[in-house]
């Protein structure tokens, strides 16, 4: 496992981004005066590229004396030229092919991870944080599944047999993953996170996203981005290869003080919310 | 002790020329004295007449600290002097880029190749070391202690503060204050907002009482407007930074390479008119090539 966990650190570094991110920003920094919001908005919707920066802030280059948690805070800390080249240099790497080797359509996957990060966002609102204060809650949701575009990308074999399994023989994705790889996608984006030195409430939801108990202590971004993933899978919205899960861990449900269909149908209508990750896509 | 002389103070490119005799055509360079220590802050086009001083002082050791390696803060390094002559020690300090992940050297080493200059960095006689900087990092020299925080211009650009005894100064290298990119009612601008404030409470907490803050002041209050987002400060930002974080006494640099010293100075005494000084307020100087201040 640590042999496979070195090479897939090493390779993740030649690891390209989301064709459409790539495009909007070859095309948009080739204009002098595009909007830096505009860039800044093109990042935070690229879990690769979201990944990628805040590894590189948070690294010894910069040896930064805080810790930076998401790009508007990178934005701010170390200049909005420098995240603009950044993520030319991503860009330049190329891009996901659009149907992921392993047969991971990177388009669902794309909306899944957007649509968790909505919908994060959104309970974390619910449960009182400030609408300011709710950029982990995105950042959580968009990156938690991180580990499974790095299978797809270097193990497409081995995923693509994860993926059947699940289908065939309707046991869990991170089950499926550990037979057929010896680690699951959760444990392998962790591991990712730890290395880039992200934010630790980062760290937290990317490793533990599938926890049925609340390691590591209670966690409000962690609980909000694990009933934001089970209730993005409930209403249909993109993929990303699980199956659909129908209970909220008990912690969780605990933490909003209801089970699974009275949380969703509290939050009412989500059309909004993931009508505004798919068109982002379809841009 | 504790003083230092501007070298260069002018801005993006070196402008000789009767225009400019007051205030100096030269690029960015200050260098610092302590009583034991010759601590160089940049290095443009003023640090050749600076070296050209130095010969009494062989063999040397001297520490240059890089703000950034834009060209009219390194372009005067292939023309440091003491660099050709065995026995010198000089020390080249500054951040690393983090796009190329290419620390300080490349600031030296670039500007040596075969198609730029004559003389590679493999024949350059004094002993050479590059240290590369993380942010708020210490370095100690003899009496001196030199210490920086990430200032906000399109490259990875560190002030510097240097303390020695209870004497201190703070030189920005180019800044800009970083604003907001958004617009008021925008969903992001208060988040954006607190960014700001607190990226610029990190820079005013390194600044706050030093002696002497040098700062970029490019622009005019009136011209900055046409140039947000190039990596200067105006009269107005710089005022400001200079009243927040209580210092004693603040030159004004990295003037623009067209203004004369008769616009140089006209445009001094507006901002000085506009912003008028309240009772214990510091000293506004323009920097001037050539002129020293012991703290
Ligand atoms: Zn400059
Ligand atoms: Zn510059």
Not at chain 1, 5 to 27: C, E, T, W, Y
Not at chain 1, 74 to 92: D, E, M, P, Q
Not at chain 1, 160 to 170: G, S
Not at chain 2, 106 to 132: D, G, K, N
Request: proline share 5%; aromatic share 8%.
């Amino acid at each position: 496992m640590s042999d496979l966990h070195q090479q897939l650190v090493q390779m993740v570094d030649r690891m390209p981004a989301f064709s459409g991110s790539v495009n909007k920003i070859l095309q948009m920094t080739s204009d002098i005066d595009c909007a830096p919001k505009d860039l800044v908005q093109v990042i935070e919707h690229d879990p690769v590229m979201m990944a990628k920066i805040l590894k590189l802030v948070n690294s010894a280059y910069f040896g930064l004396s805080r810790e930076i948690t998401s790009i508007k805070h990178g934005v701010v800390f170390v200049g909005l030229n420098t995240i603009k080249n950044l993520a030319i240099s991503i860009a330049t790497m190329g891009m996901l092919p659009k149907a992921g080797p392993a047969g991971l359509d990177m388009n669902s996957f794309l909306l899944h991870s957007l649509g968790t990060a909505s919908i994060a966002k959104l309970l974390g609102k619910r449960l009182g944080v400030m609408p300011d204060k709710t950029t982990d809650y995105f950042v959580g949701g968009l990156l938690h599944d991180i580990g499974k575009v790095v299978f797809a990308q270097f193990m497409p074999q081995e995923m693509e047999r994860a993926l059947k399994r699940v289908e065939v023989e309707e046991v869990s994705l991170s089950i499926a993953e550990m037979i057929e790889i010896g680690a699951d996608h959760a444990q392998l984006g962790g591991m990712l996170a730890e290395k880039w030195q992200l934010p630790h409430t980062l760290v937290t939801c990317i490793k533990e996203h599938h926890s049925l108990e609340p390691n590591g202590g209670p966690n409000k971004v962690l609980d909000c981005v694990v009933a934001a993933n089970i209730i993005v899978k409930q209403v249909g919205f993109g993929c990303a290869g699980n199956l659909i899960e129908d209970r909220l861990p008990d912690h969780v449900s605990a933490r909003f003080g209801m089970e699974l269909a009275e949380l969703q149908e509290s939050i009412g209508n989500l059309d909004e919310e993931l009508e505004k990750a798919n068109a982002f896509i379809r841009i | 002790m504790l003083k230092f002389t501007f070298r260069g103070v002018r801005g993006s490119i070196a402008s000789p020329g009767p225009k400019t005799v007051k205030y100096g055509g030269n690029t960015t360079c200050i260098e610092v004295r302590t009583d034991s220590e010759l601590i160089i802050l940049d290095a443009g086009t003023g640090i050749f007449p600076l070296s050209q001083t130095l010969f009494p002082e062989f063999p040397l050791t001297c520490h240059i600290f890089i703000s950034h390696t834009h060209w009219d803060h390194i372009q005067g390094l292939p023309f440091f002097i003491p660099m050709f002559v065995a026995g010198n020690r000089v020390k080249i300090y500054g951040g690393q880029d983090p796009v190329t992940g290419n620390g300080v050297q490349e600031a030296l080493s670039r500007q040596l190749e075969y198609a730029f200059f004559p003389i590679r960095e493999a024949e350059l006689s004094a002993e050479l070391e590059y240290i590369s900087l993380s942010e708020n990092q210490v370095v100690n020299i003899g009496d001196a202690q030199i210490t920086n925080v990430l200032m906000n211009h399109p490259a990875i650009d560190y002030g510097y503060k240097v303390s020695c005894g209870d004497k201190s100064l703070f030189f920005t290298g180019d800044h800009e204050w970083p604003y907001n990119i958004y617009e008021p009612g925008d969903d992001d601008y208060q988040l954006f907002k607190e960014h700001i404030a607190q990226k610029r409470k990190s820079i005013i907490d390194m600044v706050a009482e030093v002696d002497v803050l040098i700062v970029d002041t490019a622009y005019t209050d009136d011209e900055y407007p046409a140039k947000k987002g190039w990596g200067h400060g105006s009269f107005l930002s710089s005022i400001a930074m200079a009243r927040d974080a209580g210092v004693k006494h603040c030159f004004f640099t990295h003037h623009e390479p067209t203004r004369s010293d008769e616009e140089l100075e006209k445009v001094f005494q507006a901002a000085l008119e506009k912003h008028p000084s309240q009772p214990g307020d510091q000293e506004f100087y323009l920097a001037q090539e050539g002129f020293t201040f012991e703290l």
